[in-house]
């Protein structure tokens, strides 16, 4: 069974719900994951933020704006009265749920139901179109069989047992709707798979099943060889291997949420990437097959913290760097980039929610030094080690700027640079001129 998991703008108006509907109707057994409409996690978020801040005017003025959103989309997505009155009383149910929380008290658990609206109402809406349309389709609530554990890992056994279990109960169903993102935890409390999670839905439930192909279908035709956002005349990459991908999402490419590969690589699912909105593009498929050598793609990852450490003692000593370590492990931050000289070591970290303790404690080993507003560039290709000719370009695109790290040797798939976040374009679009 396939599975195929639209993005936040593929089913972002009733007009792209229509649109996926009519892309999945055939005879092929699939399970589809969708994503909430685009901007409603950000407009779930802002509602909650309110709500922490003790303002819950704004909180309801984001809520019936969102609302009214919602009923425009019910009232252009039916065509026929009853449905169109059911799917309203639906809004309405969902919004004044969400109307029901208030700011006493309002605590990461409440969040977590408020963001979960989303993705449930998403489903429901695109499966009544379906009932509508006559396309017959089960809605499996993903609540049923998501669930991470208490390290806000996924369970993959209690997923595959719960889903194997929910499919086995609708024989003969060859189309299931299901929500991405949400997940419960284990406490049996609502929760979530992070920001751009569907994708990641879409990867475990590919892997549960052990199917054939995992589907995003996004809003671009494929994985770019830049980031889109910034650079001009980027193109799709037509095949990359589950090692490059997975470098280049967890550096910050977008298009995939990061966790989405490693389970499809360690379970050999190929993940094929495809455009909504022009379904005959290719697109860009990642199996286990690395396809040439050399550069691929460059990506960059914004919120970086560079930490230097600095001491005497570091010279000519052992287990120095332990320590270090042992300080980030004991406050759960992981580290990406590491670089070091004789007498210090920079590293830098994503999650800068520790920062303080974590510098407080580093003091003890040395005059400790902290850089923020950094930005990763990561250059990503199969055997980039074993090319020729190109760290010129690659300096030569660099030239101009000031270069806070680099790691070279960690993989032979990857270069990593260190920059000051302003320059991230220009250097993404020096190194796009130069490389590409
Ligand atoms: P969805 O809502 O379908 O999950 P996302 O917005 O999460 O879509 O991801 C798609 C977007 O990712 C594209 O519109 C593009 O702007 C951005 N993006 C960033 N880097 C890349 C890349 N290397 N290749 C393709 N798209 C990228
Ligand atoms: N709706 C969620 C988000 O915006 C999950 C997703 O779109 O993948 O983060
Ligand atoms: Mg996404």
């Not at 996690?41 to 309801?60: C, D, F, G, M, R």
Request: charged share 25%.
């Amino acid at each position: 069974m396939k599975v195929l998991k639209f993005g936040g703008t593929s089913v972002g108006s009733a007009e792209r719900m229509k649109a996926v509907a009519g892309l999945i109707n055939n005879d092929e057994p699939k399970i589809i994951v969708l994503s909430a409409l685009s901007g409603t996690t950000n407009s779930l978020v802002e509602i909650s933020n309110s709500l922490y801040k003790n303002k819950p005017e704004q909180a309801h003025e984001i809520i019936n704006a969102l609302e009214e959103k919602y009923f425009k989309v019910v009232d252009e997505l039916y065509s026929t009265k009853v449905f169109k009155s059911s799917g309203k009383e639906f809004i309405t149910s969902r919004f004044d749920f969400i109307r029901s929380f208030t700011n006493d008290d309002f605590s990461g658990i409440e969040e977590k139901k408020i963001l979960a609206q989303g993705e449930l109402i998403s489903t429901e809406l695109f499966h009544y179109y379906l009932t509508e349309a006559k396309i017959d389709s089960v809605l499996l609530p993903a609540l049923n069989f998501m669930r991470i554990d208490t390290n806000d890992e996924p369970d993959r056994y209690y997923i595959k047992e719960n889903l194997t279990r929910e499919l086995g109960s609708y024989p003969g169903k060859k189309l299931f709707i299901t929500q991405g993102y949400i997940c419960k935890n284990l406490h049996g409390e609502i929760d979530n798979l992070k920001r751009g999670g569907s994708d990641y839905t879409a990867s475990l439930i590919g892997v549960a099943l052990d199917s054939e192909e995992v589907q995003i279908w996004t809003d671009i035709s494929g994985f770019h060889n830049n980031d889109p956002r910034f650079v001009e005349n980027t193109y799709a990459i037509s095949r990359l291997s589950f090692d490059e991908a997975a470098e280049l999402a967890y550096f910050g490419a977008k298009v995939l949420h990061p966790s989405t590969v490693l389970p499809a690589k360690n379970a050999n699912v190929p993940v094929r990437l495809k455009n909504t909105m022009k379904p005959d593009d290719e697109g860009t498929l990642i199996t286990d097959k690395p396809n040439g050598d050399g550069i691929k793609a460059v990506a960059a990852k914004d919120g970086i913290t560079v930490i230097k450490v600095k001491s005497g003692r570091m010279l000519l000593a052992y287990g120095f760097l332990t320590k270090v370590f042992q300080v980030f492990q004991h406050y759960e931050t992981p580290i990406d980039m590491i670089t070091t000289s004789e007498v210090a070591v920079s590293v830098t970290i994503d999650d800068a929610s520790r920062l303080r303790k974590i510098v407080e404690e580093l003091k003890n080993l040395g005059d400790v030094e902290v850089g923020k507003n950094m930005t990763i560039v990561c250059l990503v290709g199969h055997n980039i080690m074993n090319q020729k000719g190109y760290i010129k370009k690659v300096f030569e695109a660099l030239n101009d700027f000031s270069l806070r790290m680099i790691s070279y040797g960690g993989s032979r798939h990857n270069i990593s640079i260190l920059i000051p976040s302003d320059d991230k374009k220009a250097v993404l679009e020096a190194l796009h001129k130069s490389l590409f």
